[in-house]
């Protein structure tokens, strides 16, 4: 099936608009986000946000919101819990005040909130656990504007689900992954009461397991067999706009600013490079040029190692079995121990440590310890020695106390480009501002009386003053066309222009593209369902295949079935291999 139009996206514009989103977990994350290149954020309200500890009060998601719309950002709230009865009425009233406070979209799981607005767009949220064609067209039958699909998914179950709708795609491109298919694991509401389709799951998936056969045989002890590394699709969001992908989202509404500010830029400098290589075909679906700043790199970013997962329809490593913590960059091993510290054997010749690097190693148990330089000089470090700490042990950089420095000290800034044609008339100075979003503004005011001694030195002084950033407007003065004698302009008549244009400028309301609105359909039987079939989780990741244990490698198979032990937890594990997935059951 060939892709299908979107019927109301950049209908004057062929261009494809690519959407860079991320996460916030408070309104100051999400202005540096903003500041960093981000298209959108996403971002909680008061309560039901799918992270209990991520809430945010209306005002300060109205003033995100006031900020973002400058630049055409378009801020999206998280109402993506499943929903008890006597909730839903304290849900609509956050939902209209969400609305009014300037809202763009809602990210939801529950049906129930697509009818608490007409006015914003509902988002299918990745907890509706989307990977079949089939269900994103029942999804689109109930007025869904966007889906945000699984992660578990190849490219070509992506551009099939992409080209059987007419709703946005957005596809999750880097951070955490959750082992199980979204909105569909039961594991932490098993293990502790806390509900993950209810914010608060107690993530056991980054916990200790050993791997037992039915004989009793110990497969693996003491290892995270149920987490896994981080997404990082950073080289790969060409194949996926051209599989349909709108919106390229981040995952870690739970983490860091400087963590935010890092990966944003990153992938916003990514997708600049796509706009700028395919300039006929793609567009970005804001507004404003990302100026200065720190040099983005994602290896001293918090990680648990590095995965595409199952972008390319086969299996890798996907399991972080030593480290459900970030391990950060492999920096070298132990060279020597000392009482005040340690000395290392560097990975790589050009390494350089700082004061206030955090380092971590995995200790006898199999667990992570993490411990602060105090001084670095050259590859010595002086510290408090942990315990567990041995010579020959590899070591992991986690914190960078330099590159935190320079996240804290270049802050990017972000501008709005300004066309500013100037006619100097025999009375009158005619200024005609175009911003990069259409918006036009024409000042009119009396030219000087004096006329300038030296007019060339005038005129040039003029294009310059004039092509000078205001606010986070970047004016750019391409012409000035005299029709009179050349008047002498004081330097701070000449900022003045620039300030009247710029405050007439922001009483004009951004020319945004519009979001695509879905329409249900009147005769739509679809229902979603959240039954869990008595599995605590379905995964497409696999213990077996990740420890050479799966007999389509060529192995013998272990006495099934299998067990994960967890102190007096207990698992059971089953293998469909059909499908080629796994299941975490009761026992």
């Not at 986000?33 to 998601?61: L, Q």
């Not at 606010?471 to 003065?477: E, N, V």
């Not at 029709?483 to 004009?508: C, H, K, W, Y």
Request: positive net charge; glycine residues 8%; charged residues 25%.
């Amino acid at each position: 099936m060939p892709p299908r139009q979107k019927p109301n996206s950049r209908i004057c514009n062929p261009l494809k608009a690519l959407e860079l989103l991320a996460p916030a977990r408070s309104k100051d994350i999400g202005l540096a986000a903003i500041d960093c290149g981000a298209d959108a954020v996403y971002i909680a309200g008061p309560a039901f946000g799918a992270r209990h500890a991520a809430g945010n009060s209306i005002e300060d998601i109205r003033q995100l919101c006031e900020y973002a719309h400058r630049f055409g950002v378009r801020i999206f709230a998280t109402v993506n819990t499943l929903l008890e009865e006597e909730e839903r009425p304290r849900a609509r009233e956050m939902v209209a005040a969400l609305e009014q406070a300037g809202v763009d979209a809602l990210i939801v799981q529950d049906p129930a909130v697509l009818s608490m607005s007409r006015k914003l767009v509902m988002h299918a949220s990745t907890q509706c656990a989307i990977r079949t064609a089939e269900k994103a067209r029942g999804l689109e039958s109930l007025g869904f504007g966007r889906l945000v699909l699984e992660r578990e998914l190849s490219l070509e179950q992506i551009r099939t689900i992409a080209q059987s709708v007419h709703t946005e795609i957005e596809c999750f491109v880097h951070g955490a992954l959750c082992v199980c298919y979204s909105g569909q694991c039961y594991l932490s509401e098993y293990l502790t009461g806390r509900s993950a389709n209810r914010g608060e799951c107690a993530q056991p998936c980054r916990s200790l397991y050993d791997l037992e056969d039915a004989s009793g045989n110990v497969l693996a002890r003491n290892k995270a067999l149920l987490s896994l590394k981080d997404f990082n699709l950073l080289s790969r969001l060409e194949e996926l706009a051209e599989a349909g992908v709108c919106s390229f989202k981040i995952e870690g509404r739970l983490k860091s600013e400087s963590y935010v500010r890092n990966v944003v830029k990153a992938y916003s400098e990514a997708l600049d490079a796509l706009v700028e290589k395919y300039p006929d075909r793609y567009g970005r679906s804001s507004f404003g040029k990302v100026r200065g700043g720190f040099t983005p790199n994602l290896s001293k970013t918090f990680n648990r190692g590095y995965t595409q997962l199952f972008l390319d329809g086969k299996r890798g490593e996907w399991a972080s079995l030593d480290a459900p913590k970030s391990m950060g960059e492999y920096v070298g091993t132990v060279r020597s121990l000392r009482p005040d510290g340690l000395t290392l054997r560097a990975a790589t010749p050009d390494l350089q440590l700082s004061n206030g690097d955090g380092f971590a190693f995995v200790n006898a148990e199999g667990g992570i310890t993490g411990f602060r330089a105090d001084v670095c000089e050259g590859l010595s470090v002086r510290c408090r020695r942990p315990d567990g700490l041995r010579e020959g042990m590899r070591l992991y950089r986690n914190i960078s106390a330099a590159f935190e420095r320079q996240l804290e000290a270049a802050k990017p800034q972000r501008e709005i480009a300004v066309n500013l044609n100037v006619v100097l008339g025999e009375d009158v100075l005619t200024a005609v501002a175009v911003s990069e979003d259409g918006r036009e503004v024409c000042l009119r005011q009396p030219l000087p009386a004096d006329k300038a001694r030296d007019p060339e030195r005038m005129l040039l002084s003029l294009q310059e003053q004039l092509a000078k950033k205001t606010g986070h407007y970047a004016f750019r003065a391409p012409s000035v066309k005299l029709e009179g004698a050349v008047p002498f302009f004081p330097t701070s008549a000449l900022n003045g222009i620039r300030r009247q244009v710029a405050e007439q400028m922001d009483r004009l309301p951004v020319k945004a593209l519009p979001l695509y609105r879905g329409t249900p359909s009147q005769d739509s039987t679809f229902q979603l369902s959240y039954s869990s079939d008595g599995q605590l989780m379905r995964s497409k990741y696999c213990i077996r295949h990740e420890l050479g244990l799966c007999p389509k490698q060529g192995r013998a198979k272990k006495a099934e079935p299998l067990f994960l032990i967890n102190g007096r937890q207990r698992l059971r594990l089953a293998f469909d291999c059909a499908v080629c997935e796994m299941t975490v059951l009761p026992k």
